[in-house]
């Protein structure tokens, strides 16, 4: 029989942590596979097939971070939720630079856990590839949002779903100021003040990919105090 449920990885080593969030997922409708280590989860990985992951980061062996780059190596596009027991901001930057969509904090609120899994599932499913594809033009960059694929001066890159809800975002309000509020509504689903250097790293990561200077940025510039503008840099 084919299973039509979305497929979540959750890979977390407290037993009655794991078995309380597979049961929620579950309870959701959702097909969940738990694996207790990075691992066995990365086994996994290599022969199955997911709709999202969500990952602890302290793990009885390599940890989350080195789980998140390793998946995203091989898929640039399935959403990673990490889970962290520890508050450093230190945390959540590492985890996005290493590939993560999303971050939560343990111990989290379940109904706020719930939202953020279907709002990243539902994230995914807007944005199926399809074959042909004219892309976003902008200085020496092509994106093609539909492929969750540029080209760069740096080369081609492999963007991932919330890259590509970010930049879906910017080009529809070119030469608009946004802020950050309308940015984190828009692309992550809710609005929250918590939550503004998660989209300040994603920034960071979007001007190293795009921008000739990333400290002096042209295409993804700053609006101090209020949020970010795009411009296509042609005025
Ligand atoms: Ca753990």
């Known amino acids: 029989m084919n299973d039509e449920r979305p497929h979540i990885l959750l890979i977390e080593d407290e037993i009655h942590l794991a078995r309380g969030i597979c049961f929620n997922l579950e309870h959701e409708g959702f097909r969940v596979s738990h694996e207790e280590s990075g691992e066995d989860a990365l086994h996994r990985f290599g022969y199955d097939r997911f709709s999202l992951i969500i990952l602890d980061i302290m793990l009885p062996g390599i940890d989350g971070f080195k789980v998140c780059r390793e998946i995203r190596k091989q898929d640039a596009r399935v959403p990673i939720l990490i889970l962290s027991a520890r508050s450093e901001e230190g945390d959540r930057i590492t985890g996005l630079g290493a590939g993560a969509d999303d971050y939560l904090m343990k111990p989290f609120n379940l109904e706020e856990f719930l939202l953020r899994v279907k709002g990243m599932l539902r994230r995914s499913s807007w944005y199926r590839p399809e074959p ?16 969750y694929r540029a ?17 879906a975002f910017f080009f529809r309000n070119k030469d608009k100021t946004v802020t950050r509020a309308a940015l984190l509504e ?23 990919y795009f921008e ?18 795009f411009t296509r840099g042609d005025r």
């Open 151 to 167: 080209r760069t001066a740096q080369g081609e890159i492999d963007l991932t779903e919330l890259e590509v809800k970010m930049l």
């Open 186 to 208: 828009n692309v992550w689903g809710y609005s929250s003040d918590t939550e503004t250097r998660t989209l300040d790293n994603f920034l960071v990561r979007l001007r190293k």
């Open 212 to 229: 000739p200077d990333p400290a002096n940025p042209r295409y993804f510039q700053t609006v101090r105090g209020v949020g970010y503008r």
């Open 132 to 147: 042909v594809e004219e892309g976003y033009r902008f200085g020496d960059n092509e994106v093609f949002l539909l492929s």
